[in-house]
């Protein structure tokens, strides 16, 4: 689910796959911005503020939070690692 997951972002023409575009470490936009914002990255406070919605199903908020989580060590966590070694 992460790796096939596309955005609207477009590069070449061709919208971007967020795994393939992060993790591949080749844009230094992009891993300049995931190194200012790696560390501010709160996990625990996204999924408070998720808790915090009451007008959407708890079920709803544990996928939010799963999409999320997966997102963060799966792309982010994996490139933020590769690019730090």
Avoid: P, Q, W
């Amino acid at each position: 689910m992460y790796k096939n997951t596309s955005s609207a972002i477009r590069d070449n023409g061709a919208k971007i796959k967020y795994f393939e575009f992060i993790t591949n470490l080749e844009n230094e936009d992009c891993n300049n911005a995931l190194n200012r914002m790696y560390d501010k990255i709160h996990i625990n406070n996204i999924f408070e503020l998720i808790d915090e919605i009451d007008v959407i199903s708890n079920i709803r908020k544990e996928f939010y939070k799963k999409v999320i989580e997966g997102k963060y060590k799966e792309i982010l966590t994996v490139a933020y690692r590769r690019l730090n070694k």
